[in-house]
């Protein structure tokens, strides 16, 4: 068995290991909509933390953090990882503890049900369903075309006689690998089955499993990478050496043309070399490095709003409506900021030892220069750098730990849009004394198989970079953040206002979204401003402003949100 069918077998059996454990949940499930979507809100404090915690970190935060780095340096963390894990724990604490309070009381399941009844509107819904499951589906395509490019890159040479690799440039897959289309897609099979058999106590199980899985490998990872590049402070010596860009937390105007200068004179050399290569020993030529786009102060700080996000994700939602009460919040405030640092740390640094990262006996490169795919640049960095002694034991291992990752957030998304056909659409328009909690719970993963076909199909396409799609899916959940913020704290808003919110807020990203070419120009600002500046601010103002134009709501309404 080579090192690479090696690997294959363990992937596939830590795959099987899920599937065992959802099998194990399944016996424990009570045959009611409530457990099947909510665990019978039974949820401990350690179960939560893994839940929040491994729902959040998405490929996103493993191959989006590390391919972005790749391309743009240290401040990646700046920009994401630490106001991410300042502005996470506030939200758990500001709103989801509200949230949990609210749906203990009055029995929620969805946060659609939850605006329906503080908005005294049955409408709303109706709009909020598909702005939701729309932006639901991004953020689907990023675990999806996480996995499916990982596996691509780890498997080179397992199965030459069945898969003949393909593609060009830097999408480029070895003979051999597991198809981008096969592995991608086995993932999502792997994910509703658990699914599937054990609902939300399945997923939080999961969850709790793969998080842990994911943080001891991740850091394997990046102690058996670190120490082939000859240890921590050589692979940092490289990059200060090749590209001392990556190494810059600042962002003044003028940074991206030094920048540019530095990585052009390295390119020049690297071109210089080539040529003087004899014509049999000639690897591909060189490509030239882009002149990037400048980062002012305004571009790095609006970044600092996309966090705001986790207070709309539907899937983060439904995880706050499992806890068993409210002390079970207080350690995931808490531990949240660490956990989010002991991730993205390590994957921040290998993305930028990959600018740089030379092995062999003579040194090459890594990713040639010029070649990298920022989605593959995690997958490449272990293929290549830990070959386990030449057993593939490692390689194996290491990509369960990045699988790990992807689909502790798959689950829960899969799982939270069926909860909401389910309740909020079929349920609520038929009637919930008309529907079984049998049938809700067919209904929900009958819509989740739809939706799961449609976003691999989807993934087919390859749209984009992982962090660019990440971004704007964020952008358009931060943009409805006032809505659900405004619900709890102020008496004052509207159902017009909510309207109002939600609509504006849809037409904004949209239309910015166009304006980038539906998200093709990875630098795309507005007025100098990440995007999701534009669509915050809009949605805020018409959600105040009608809000303020508009009668105010229902004392019986308020008695039942506000009590005294």
Known sequence: ????????????????????????????????????????????????????FGTTMTAFALIGSTGESFKAGVGVY???????GIVHSAVFFLVGIK?????????YVTQIQFFRDRFESDKLGI????????????????????????IENVTGGAFPSLFAGGGVGPTAAKAGAIPYWLGSGGICLVVLVYVFLGGVRGAAWANAFQTLVFIVLGIVTFFVISSELGGMKHATDQVVEMNPHSLRRTVRADDPLTRYNESKKFFDAKLVEWHKQPKSKKGPIPVAPQKPHSMTQLHFLTYLLIPLS???????????????????????????PLLIMLVWVPCVMLGIWATSAMFGDPPKPVIPWGQGNPNAVLGQMVAVLTKGGGTGILPGLLTAGVLAAIMSSLDSQFLCIGSIFANDIVAHYLGHDRVSDRQKVVYGRVFVILIVVVTYLLSLQRPGSVFTLAVWCFSGFSGLFPLVFASIYWKRVTKAGAYACVIVMAAVWCWLFAQSGYGAK???????????????????????VVSLMTSPPGEKTLAKFFKS
């Open 1 to 52: 068995m080579s090192p690479a069918q090696t690997s294959v077998w363990i992937i596939l059996g830590y795959l099987g290991l899920l599937i065992a454990l959802g099998i194990y949940t399944s016996r424990k499930f009570k045959g009611t909509a409530s457990d099947y979507f909510l665990a019978s809100r039974g949820i401990g404090w350690f179960l939560l933390v893994m839940s929040l």
């Open 78 to 84: 700046g920009m994401m990882a630490s106001s991410s």
């Open 99 to 107: 949230l949990w309070a609210f749906g203990a009381r009055h029995g």
């Open 127 to 150: 709009i909020l369903f598909p702005v939701l499951v729309g932006l639901v589906i991004p953020y689907l395509l990023i675990g999806v075309m996480g996995a499916g490019v990982t």
């Open 310 to 336: 986790v207070g709309m994700f539907p899937h983060l939602f439904q995880h706050w409506l499992t806890a068993k009460s409210a002390k079970s919040f207080k350690p995931a405030v808490i531990l949240h």
């Open 522 to 544: 990875r630098e795309f600002l507005f007025l100098g401003m990440m995007p999701v500046a534009t669509i915050l601010a809009a949605s805020t103002l018409a959600l105040i």
